[in-house]
Nanobody, 123 residues
Framework: VQLQASGGGLVQAGGSLKLSCAAS????????MGWFRQAPGTERDFVAS????????SYADSMKGRFTISRDNAKNTVYLQMNSLKPEDTAVYFC?????????????????WGQGTLVTVSS
């Protein structure tokens, strides 16, 4: 499966963005999905993940209550709704796929990655 992330951009602090990640070339429902982010000079950090069916989700502590991960299996797409954005949320956001029903939280557990989309939050 291939992943194509989109929806990044420039937003003011307190604003919202919705990222999308479209999957193609495989059976989307075979994969749990995740979002990660990477700021310059830092490691790739976990943001959120969702199980194959969408029935289970997990978030990094700093995103709880602000970000929502969801998926539409009919559209082969996973989303990340980001609200109350802060300047420290500025990063390249990556979507990733991992075989199996359950979500995972470590980058090394994901075998397929999209190209990333840049989110910049101005103060």
């Amino acid at each position: 499966v291939q992943l194509q992330a989109s929806g990044g951009g420039l937003v003011q602090a307190g604003g919202s963005l919705k990222l999308s990640c479209a999957a193609s070339g495989g059976t989307f429902t075979n994969y749990a999905m995740g979002w990660f982010r990477q700021a310059p000079g830092t490691e790739r950090d976990f943001v959120a993940s969702i199980s194959r069916t969408g029935g289970s989700t997990s978030y990094a502590d700093s995103m709880k209550g602000r970000f929502t991960i969801s998926r539409d299996n009919a559209k082969n797409t996973v989303y990340l709704q980001m609200n109350s954005l802060k300047p420290e949320d500025t990063a390249v956001y990556f979507c990733a796929a991992t075989i199996g029903p359950y979500f995972k939280t470590r980058p090394g557990e994901y075998s397929i990655w999209g190209q990333g989309t840049l989110v910049t939050v101005s103060s």
